[in-house]
């Protein structure tokens, strides 16, 4: 049998992340193919994190142990990956990360985690690699996405493939105006790091989201892109709300292979039935990614929004990681009194979950027991 192939993806998320990141990949390797024109297929996952413990990245492990025969995870703290040169001629790899954490606005500190920069510097963090996968952990696959990995040639001159996102602005004052309202609602400055109104027309006419992007970096190599986007960045970045997106967008735009919508859906806008989505997609089962990237309070995994999560629940029943949600969700519930939440709860509720739910409560007791009674036996024979 030949050698596999190997298909490198990185994730990037801290500690409150880790039950969605879990999900994600989960779902991606769940959905993943297996061979690529009779070849076999091995998934590198490579999961950039920040302050996550061992006890979290343990349970990661364990709930993807069931994907080993094809796939591997690998964690990197990234003050550790950012702290070797990767040449003696250039700024090394922390100081490029902190050049451009100091250049993000303040708003985009508290909504963002400072990984999201990290897509600039990939080159750099895997040398390793031709060809990389990123993606958010705010997803959740239904199909196989294997397929855009070889669907960009490394020899290529495009700098990196990904979906475009629905334009909701009719035009690019439209667009110009609503950023203008975000940044002063945000406190950010409007004038001095504000952009050219051909760098608006560029964004508005290049709607990418970068939620899922396969990166060429041979190319990125070649021509020195990594140094060109922290130059960029560090003129530029206190002023943009969409940090990475915009920048990739405005200095990769003439090089970019556009993916397939179904690479990158949004739930919010194939739920309305006038919506022009539906004209690239017929049916939801073409989605291969769904990206939940509206605003932050209306992530899936937060109990409060458990009853428009439907796509990302059904996902996490099929994944380990569901009895953690749902003790949060418990929780939740008893500070807040919401009974009427449990209505959508049966539902989605099968005999065979709460059994495994039954019998994590209980293998956790009888854990407990069991360490209270061996404590309780060395006491003994101590006295």
């Given at each position: 049998?030949?050698?596999?192939l190997t298909i490198?993806?990185?994730?990037?998320?801290?500690?409150?992340?880790?039950?969605?990141?879990?999900?994600?990949?989960?779902?991606?390797?769940?959905?993943?193919?297996?061979?690529?024109?009779?070849?076999?297929?091995?998934?590198?996952?490579?999961?950039?994190?920040?302050?996550?413990?061992?006890?979290?990245?343990?349970?990661?492990?364990?709930?993807?142990?069931?994907?080993?025969?094809?796939?591997?995870?690998?964690?990197?703290?990234?003050?550790?990956?950012?702290?070797?040169?990767?040449?003696?001629?250039?700024?090394?790899?922390?100081?490029?990360?902190?050049?451009?954490?100091?250049?993000?606005?303040?708003?985009?500190?508290?909504?963002?985690?400072?990984?999201?920069?990290?897509?600039?510097?990939?080159?750099?963090?895997?040398?390793?690699?031709?060809?990389?996968?990123?993606?958010?952990?705010?997803?959740?696959?239904?199909?196989?996405?294997?397929?855009?990995?070889?669907?960009?040639?490394?020899?290529?001159?495009?700098?990196l493939a990904a979906?475009?996102?629905?334009?909701?602005?009719?035009?690019?004052?439209?667009?110009?105006?609503?950023?203008?309202?975000?940044?002063?609602?945000?406190?950010?400055?409007?004038?001095?790091?504000?952009?050219?109104?051909?760098?608006?027309?560029?964004?508005?006419?290049?709607?990418?989201?970068?939620?899922?992007?396969?990166?060429?970096?041979?190319?990125?190599?070649?021509?020195?892109?990594?140094?060109?986007?922290?130059?960029?960045?560090?003129?530029?970045?206190h002023g943009l709300?969409?940090?990475?997106?915009?920048?990739?967008?405005?200095?990769?735009?003439?090089?970019?292979?556009?993916?397939?919508?179904?690479?990158?859906?949004?739930?919010?806008?194939?739920?309305?039935?006038?919506?022009?989505?539906?004209?690239?997609?017929?049916?939801?089962?073409?989605?291969?990614?769904?990206?939940?990237?509206?605003?932050?309070?209306?992530?899936?995994?937060?109990?409060?929004?458990?009853?428009?999560?439907?796509?990302?629940?059904?996902?996490?029943?099929?994944?380990?990681?569901?009895?953690?949600?749902?003790?949060?969700?418990?929780?939740?519930?008893?500070?807040?009194?919401?009974?009427?939440?449990?209505?959508?709860?049966?539902?989605?509720?099968?005999?065979?979950?709460?059994?495994?739910?039954?019998?994590?409560?209980?293998?956790?007791?009888?854990?407990?027991?069991?360490?209270?009674?061996?404590?309780?036996?060395?006491?003994?024979?101590?006295?």
């Amino acid at each position: 049998m030949s050698d596999p192939l190997t298909i490198p993806v990185v994730v990037a998320f801290n500690q409150s992340y880790c039950l969605p990141a879990g999900v994600a990949l989960h779902s991606m390797l769940t959905h993943a193919a297996h061979t690529y024109e009779n070849i076999p297929l091995f998934y590198k996952i490579h999961c950039l994190v920040q302050g996550v413990d061992a006890t979290h990245k343990a349970k990661l492990e364990q709930g993807l142990a069931s994907f080993r025969d094809f796939s591997s995870v690998e964690f990197i703290d990234i003050e550790s990956a950012t702290s070797h040169k990767p040449q003696a001629t250039s700024h090394s790899v922390a100081e490029k990360f902190e050049i451009l954490f100091k250049s993000l606005s303040p708003f985009a500190q508290k909504r963002f985690s400072p990984l999201i920069l990290t897509r600039f510097i990939l080159p750099s963090l895997f040398p390793q690699y031709d060809k990389i996968i990123m993606c958010d952990v705010d997803v959740v696959f239904t199909q196989d996405m294997s397929a855009s990995y070889f669907a960009l040639d490394a020899e290529s001159p495009y700098y990196l493939a990904a979906a475009k996102e629905f334009r909701r602005d009719a035009s690019v004052a439209d667009l110009i105006e609503t950023r203008q309202i975000w940044a002063i609602t945000a406190g950010m400055p409007t004038s001095r790091h504000f952009l050219s109104q051909e760098q608006w027309q560029i964004i508005y006419k290049n709607p990418f989201n970068t939620g899922f992007v396969v990166f060429n970096l041979k190319a990125w190599r070649a021509h020195n892109l990594e140094e060109q986007c922290v130059a960029f960045f560090s003129q530029k970045g206190h002023g943009l709300f969409c940090p990475e997106q915009d920048t990739l967008t405005l200095l990769c735009h003439q090089n970019i292979l556009e993916l397939p919508s179904t690479y990158n859906t949004n739930p919010c806008d194939f739920g309305v039935k006038e919506h022009s989505r539906h004209q690239g997609i017929k049916d939801p089962k073409e989605v291969i990614m769904w990206h939940f990237y509206s605003a932050d309070s209306d992530k899936p995994w937060k109990p409060e929004n458990f009853h428009t999560a439907q796509i990302w629940i059904n996902a996490l029943l099929h994944t380990p990681f569901a009895p953690i949600y749902f003790e949060n969700y418990y929780n939740w519930l008893k500070d807040n009194n919401l009974r009427a939440h449990f209505v959508r709860f049966e539902s989605l509720l099968t005999k065979r979950f709460l059994m495994g739910y039954i019998l994590y409560k209980i293998q956790r007791i009888a854990k407990r027991s069991w360490l209270k009674f061996c404590l309780w036996w060395k006491l003994k024979r101590l006295s």
